[in-house]
C-alpha cells in the first residue's frame, strides 16, 4: 500500500487506471505585492482606504501564492504607482530601478516630513523644511506626503486600542457550519 503526503494527489484517469502516478504541487510565489508595498512605504491600512477594501481581504491576496485575479491585481497596481510587471514574481528579479528610485524618494520624503512635524528648535525645522522642498522640486509627486505613521506603536502593553472599546458581533467570533 503506497502512502500520499499531503502535497500530492491522484488525478481521476491515474485512479482508474490504478497506475500510480505522482505529481507534485509546489506553492511557487505567484506575485511579489506584500514585498512591493512595504518597499513603497505604505501601510495595509492605507492602500485598504485606497481600494475601498478590507485589511483582512487585502492580507490574504497579498499571500504570496495567492491566484489573483487581473483586476485584482490591476487595483494593486494602481494602488502602490508600480508596473505591473514589478507585481508578478519573477526568480531572482529586483524592483525595476526606477521603481527601486520612487521607493526610496517615498521613505526619505516620510522620514523629512516626520523630522518636520517632531522637531522642537527652530534650526532643525528649517532644516527639515528645505529637505522637504527640495525633494518635492526633484519629485514633484512627493508634495502632501505625510510623515510615518505612529498610531499605534507607542502603546503600553496595559493600555486598549479603540477596536477593544466597540462591541463583536458572535457570529464574527464563531464560525458558522451550514
Known amino acids: 500500500m503506497a502512502i500520499v503526503e499531503s502535497t500530492q494527489s491522484w488525478s481521476v484517469a491515474e485512479q482508474a487506471s490504478g497506475v500510480p502516478v505522482v505529481q507534485q504541487h ?4 505567484l506575485h511579489r505585492i506584500s514585498t ?10 492605507s492602500v485598504a482606504r485606497q481600494l475601498g477594501s478590507d485589511v483582512r481581504t487585502l492580507r490574504s491576496q497579498e499571500e504570496e501564492s495567492a491566484d489573483l485575479s487581473l483586476s485584482d491585481l490591476y487595483r494593486w497596481q494602481q494602488a502602490l504607482d508600480v508596473p505591473v510587471a514589478d507585481l508578478l514574481e519573477d526568480p531572482g528579479a529586483t524592483l525595476s530601478r526606477p521603481v527601486m528610485e520612487r521607493a526610496k524618494m517615498l521613505r526619505l520624503m516620510k522620514t523629512a516630513a516626520a523630522i518636520l512635524e517632531r ?8 532644516m527639515a523644511q528645505m529637505m522637504v522642498e527640495q525633494l518635492v522640486e526633484i519629485m ?3 508634495e502632501g506626503v505625510s510623515a510615518w505613521h505612529t498610531v499605534g506603536q507607542r502603546r503600553s ?3 486598549l486600542g479603540a477596536v477593544a472599546e466597540r462591541p463583536v458581533a458572535d457570529s464574527l467570533l464563531f464560525e458558522r457550519h451550514d
Open 119 to 126: 522637531a522642537e528648535s527652530a534650526p532643525i525645522k528649517r
Open 26 to 29: 509546489s506553492e511557487k510565489p
Open 36 to 45: 512591493v508595498r512595504r518597499q513603497q512605504g505604505m501601510s495595509l491600512r
Open 140 to 142: 514633484p509627486e512627493l
Open 157 to 159: 502593553l496595559d493600555e
